[in-house]
């Protein structure tokens, strides 16, 4: 579930956006995907979809990480190779299966305080 909107991650994934194709895979639902586009719109006037070329919900494709079938799909839809691909998640399963398909990983560890932007050491 996608929680918060930090203005430093905002800023991130756009500059991010104007060097690289940008994906999100989220498992969610009808109801927090709602929440957090109502909440980006009133915080920054525009939804999440927008800093993304393509966002891949689990409720709107039927399949939800870390099942490989929804990394293939992504891979497939969006004509990405595995590797040159990075995906950045907060879940070691969800890391896991990325690997086992080629997908060079990144774990931001909520746990132990990692935060994407340090891990990147893009500021």
Known sequence: MLLDFPPKRIKLIQNLKNKYRLFLLSNTNIIHFNQYNNDLENQYGFELDSLFEKAYYSYKIGMRKPDKEVY??????SKLNPHETLFIDDALSN???AKRLGIKTMLIDITKGDDIIEKLNYF
Do not use: H, Q, S, W
């Open 72 to 77: 293939e799909y992504v891979l497939n839809d």
């Open 95 to 97: 890391i896991d299966t």
